[in-house]
Nanobody
Framework: QVQLVESGGGLVQTGGSLRLSCAAS????????MGWFRQAPGKGREFVAA????????SYTDSVKGRFTISRDNAKNTVSLQMNSLKPEDTAVYYC?????????????????WGQGTQVTVSS
């Protein structure tokens, strides 16, 4: 009974920045690890970043390390993804997801809840 809604996507030029936000419903937000995944047309969902329940641990896929930052605010039931130095290969639909089990946060099929996605397009 958790609903996730992403926002903040859009069109940006190479080298630009975007900040994605994910708003969660309910009073159990802090019980879930949160992740961001992305999917390009015709491709599977790719792990981007994850953050533990109270924000103590973060992880990133190699291609975004040093450029993207994941954060969460449990008081506001939100998780964010700050994306800097964007590249055309970052173009995809970005999804917010929640997982109760506190391990293997790069595995999309093990997440319990998913948002509807928000489009990010980086032009060259």
């Amino acid at each position: 009974q958790v609903q996730l809604v992403e926002s903040g996507g859009g069109l940006v030029q190479t080298g630009g920045s975007l900040r994605l936000s994910c708003a969660a419903s309910g009073r159990t937000f802090s019980q879930y690890n949160m992740g961001w995944f992305r999917q390009a047309p015709g491709k599977g969902r790719e792990f981007v970043a994850a953050i533990s329940r109270f924000g103590g641990t973060t992880s990133y896929t190699d291609s975004v390390k040093g450029r993207f930052t994941i954060s969460r605010d449990n008081a506001k039931n939100t998780v964010s993804l700050q994306m800097n130095s964007l590249k055309p290969e970052d173009t995809a639909v970005y999804y917010c997801a929640g997982k109760y089990v506190n391990r293997d946060l790069d595995r999309a099929h093990e997440y319990d809840y998913w948002g509807q996605g928000t489009q990010v397009t980086v032009s060259s």
